[in-house]
């Protein structure tokens, strides 16, 4: 298979990482993962990656507590799972460089975006953590800023679901799903992929979005391939 796609963001969520555990990181669960991103890179295809922390904090579930230190703390959860995908790249055999948009050098680099794409030319992996780095801001948005900034090809969105429906397909058995789909629809009928701010940045730098299930990992070289195996956002 060839590669469609130079260079990419494939966004994670930090639950997909906890596997059958539903909390913290399965290991195992990550690894399975990162397999596909080592055949993308002997592709020669450049992987930036963005994770979320909903694994270890899902922000102010009480309501109670303060919003910006809630996302503070749900940017520190980010670093522990880009920690941990980094260390299951490398015991794959692959160069990785982590990144946070929270100063922290003795864990990390900060972001810099020359740096970045510096990394990426050298056929490194790049994971990115505390999402942009400021409070009311999802990591969704973090992925489109970051794709937009180092200009990825596509995004590519892997979640538990095999792309985007009308309404929950889990609720409702009917529900329709799109092969693709336009960012002025995503924005309008108010669809769950991504927040709005994430889509607008997409939207307004023609990025285009791939959501797709993570249930087959290979899932991630056959998107980057061209294939669609969920819903193409453009």
Same mark, same amino acid.
């Given at each position: ?25 399965? @290991?195992?669960?990550?690894?399975? @993962?990162?397999?596909?991103? =080592? =055949? ?116 590519? =969105? ?12 889990? =609720? ?63």
């Amino acid at each position: 298979m060839e590669p469609k796609y130079k260079r990419i963001l494939l966004k994670l969520s930090g639950e997909s990482l906890a596997g059958e555990q539903k909390h913290g990181i399965d @290991f195992d669960t990550v690894l399975r @993962f990162c397999q596909p991103i =080592k =055949k993308l890179n002997e592709m020669g295809v450049e992987v930036a990656i963005v994770v979320g922390g909903g694994n270890f904090w899902r922000g102010r579930s009480s309501g109670k507590m303060d919003r910006t230190r809630a996302d503070h703390m749900g940017m520190l959860a980010t670093v522990i799972n880009a920690l941990g995908v980094c260390d299951a790249l490398e015991q794959l055999g692959l160069e990785v460089r982590v990144q946070t948009a929270i100063s922290m050098q003795q864990v990390a680099e900060p972001y810099i975006r020359n740096r970045a794409i510096r990394h990426l030319e050298k056929g490194r992996i790049l994971v990115f953590g505390c999402g942009t780095g400021n409070p009311f801001f999802s990591t969704d948005t973090a992925a489109s800023l970051r794709a937009a900034e180092i200009e990825a090809d596509i995004i590519l =969105k892997a979640t538990m679901v095999d792309g985007v429906y009308d309404s929950d397909p889990k =609720k409702n058995p009917d529900a329709k799903k799109f092969d693709r789909i336009s960012f002025h629809d995503v924005l309008n009928y108010d669809l769950a992929v991504m927040d709005s701010t994430a889509a607008a940045i997409c939207k307004d730098n023609n990025l285009p979005i791939m959501v797709f299930s993570l249930e087959n990992p290979d899932n991630i070289v056959a998107a980057v391939c061209g294939e669609n195996v969920g819903t193409i956002v453009e």
